[in-house]
């Protein structure tokens, strides 16, 4: 299921990321990889507050929705 519609809190394992090669490098260096632990701290107006590697991401609702876990 994509990141957008996981819960807050809960961890989840990314399974596949989409997008085009631009995106997947940008969301590569940011710390979201394939395997990597993720979850949502919050929603905030049109983004999402994201853990992942011991760090807190902003990550727009679109990208969001790129990362599947």
């Not at 957008?4 to 260096?29: F, M, R, V």
């Not at 979850?39 to 992942?52: A, H, P, Q, R, T």
């Not at 991401?57 to 599947?68: D, G, P, Q, R, Y």
Request: hydrophobic share 40%; net charge positive; glycine share 10%.
């Amino acid at each position: 299921m994509p990141l957008i519609y996981a819960e807050n809190n809960q961890p989840y394992t990314i399974k596949k990321i989409g997008g085009n090669t631009k995106i997947k490098k940008h969301l590569a260096e940011l710390g979201f990889n394939v395997g990597g632990e993720v979850s949502i701290v919050s929603m905030l107006g049109g983004n999402v507050i994201v853990k992942v590697k011991e760090s807190r991401v902003a990550v727009s609702n679109e990208l969001a929705k790129k990362i599947m876990v």
